[in-house]
């Protein structure tokens, strides 16, 4: 599993990228949503990159704001989905 260093290197990168906002504009507790730096859209986006870069399945109790506020949150979320995901992985 990747350090959590680098999940949040990839996750604002992802995130500088969709908003063509340059690198000081987003830091790892910026409010994305709140300051409208993605949207709707961005968001499907977002989870879109996160199942496939992290090979993780985003389910529909998953999708609160408290799980993608910033990138400290959403690189939270990947961690505890990448090991739920694992731990399950090895029961069945």
Known sequence: MENLITIKDKIRYFILKSSYLSEDKVNNETMI?????????????????LEESFLLKAND?????????????IADFVVRKLHTEKVLDEIL
């Open 33 to 49: 949503f709140f300051q409208g730096i993605l949207d709707s859209m961005g968001f499907i986006t977002l989870i879109n990159f």
């Open 61 to 73: 109790d998953d999708l609160v704001e408290t799980n993608f506020e910033s990138v400290n949150a």
